[in-house]
Each structure stands twice: as C-alpha cells, then as structure tokens.
C-alpha cells in the first residue's frame, strides 16, 4: 500500500513552454500532498502543499503563477511550471500522506526529471 | 533558525564495516524524526518514523535512534546493496498537522565489496 506515483518521468522542453507534472496517490485517497525540487547534490526543498479543493500553499521564494498547482481530486494533483527556463531544471518530487496512516509519514513519488533547454 | 544537519556528507564503508550516520536537528518542538533511503534518480524509499527521546526501530541491518538533539542510523554489517543517500526530516510541533517536513542534506553511504 501507500503507493504514489508521477508522469512523465522525465520530459525535456524548450524554454518558455509549459510543463505539466501529475501526481498521483494510486491505492489510497490524500487530501493533501506536497512538491517538492531537488537540485543535483542538495536535498528536498519544499515548494508547496497541494490541499484538494482549495488554493496550494506555498513555501517562501516559491513563484505561485510560475509553479501552478491544482488538486482536482482525492487522487491527482498537478504541478505545472509556466514559461520553463533553463533555472528551472530540476528534479521535481511529489509525495501524500494517507489518511490510515498513525504516524505523519509520507510517501513519496518516484519523481519527474524536467530539463529545460 | 530552524535545522537539520546531517553528517557525514558521505560515507565509504567495506561490506560488513560496521557504522553510524548523524543527524542533529534544533526546532522549538519536535513532532517526528523521519528517515529515508534515497536511491540515484528516484523518490525517497520511507524507513522510519521516531516521536520521543529514547525511542528505537530497526529493519534488517538499520536501526535508528532518538535524543533530545539528534538522531542516529546504525548500519550493522553493510551490503553494497545498501549504498544509497540517506535522508532525515523532521516535522515540527508549530507546524501542526500540516505535514511540512524540513530535510537535512543528506548522507551519501557507498559500501563497497
């Protein structure tokens, strides 16, 4: 259980595109998740938590109309960064917390490689 | 200012050398330390949640523990199979029951054969 997975994988795009990331909770419903961004050597950085059926909170320094957010329902919720440029390649890491769970764990997906050109 | 630090950096340990990673934390209240394995290129693999000072789990050959400061990674008798990035995370009592994790930097083992 507590399976979380994201699509695409990877994607490269050329600058000033949009990318959309979808993430999603496959065997459990999550009311919240969170993306986060890991650049090469450093560790997760928290940009925002997704709430389903309201407006994402995001973390300081966070662009919210560059990274938009929606979590349309108990299972999806997708991250779509706006007019890409190069500083904006990453890895981009989406994780839920299910709801059964006793401790405050979450769970992560496997990730998704955006790469900007 | 709220941290978590981790150390060391990295690590190289031959298979079955014994060894312990480090992570310090210091936020006005603690309401859970979290351990993952990190794999090259993938999401972080969930080990452990701890709670209270003095608290212990353990899975195969990891065993975390839990102080007031800081928490360790006992590794007994690595396998190369446990060359990975580990991660700590704590979750802070303010943060309610937000579920915000703040990471440390994580510790690079390479357990070589």
């Known amino acids: 259980g507590a399976v979380v997975s994201q699509h695409p994988s990877w994607v490269i795009c050329k600058s000033g595109t949009s990318v959309k990331i979808e993430c999603r909770s496959l065997?459990?419903?999550?009311?919240?998740m969170f993306w986060y961004r890991q650049f090469p050597k450093q560790s997760l950085m928290l940009m925002a938590t997704?709430?389903?059926?309201?407006?994402?909170?995001?973390e300081q320094g966070v662009e919210k109309d560059k990274f938009l957010i929606n979590h349309a329902s108990l299972t999806l919720s997708t991250l779509t960064v706006t007019s890409a440029h190069p500083e904006d390649s990453s890895f981009y890491i989406c994780?839920?917390?299910?709801?059964?769970?006793?401790?405050?764990?979450?769970?992560f997906g496997p990730g998704t490689r955006l790469t900007v050109l | 200012e709220d941290q978590v630090t981790q150390s060391p950096e990295a690590l190289r340990l031959q298979e079955g050398e014994s060894s312990s990673l480090n992570c310090s934390y210091t936020?006005?209240?603690?309401?859970?330390l979290f351990w993952y394995r990190q794999d090259p290129g993938k999401g972080p693999e969930f080990l452990f949640t701890?709670?209270?000072a003095g608290e212990e789990k353990e899975k195969e050959r990891l065993k975390a523990t839990l102080t007031k400061k800081e928490s360790f990674l006992h590794i007994t008798a690595p396998k190369p199979e446990d060359s990975a990035t580990y991660l700590c995370?704590?979750?802070?009592?303010?943060?309610?029951?937000?579920?915000?994790?703040?990471f440390g930097q994580g510790t690079t083992l390479q357990v070589k054969p």
């Open positions: 997704s709430n389903e059926g309201s407006k994402a909170t995001y």
């Open positions: 936020v006005s209240g603690l309401r859970g």
């Open positions: 701890l709670y209270s």
């Open positions: 995370a704590v979750q802070e009592v303010r943060s309610g029951n937000t579920g915000k994790l703040i």
């Open positions: 994780s839920a917390r299910p709801p059964q769970v006793v401790g405050n764990e979450q769970f």
């Open positions: 065997d459990f419903q999550a009311t919240t």
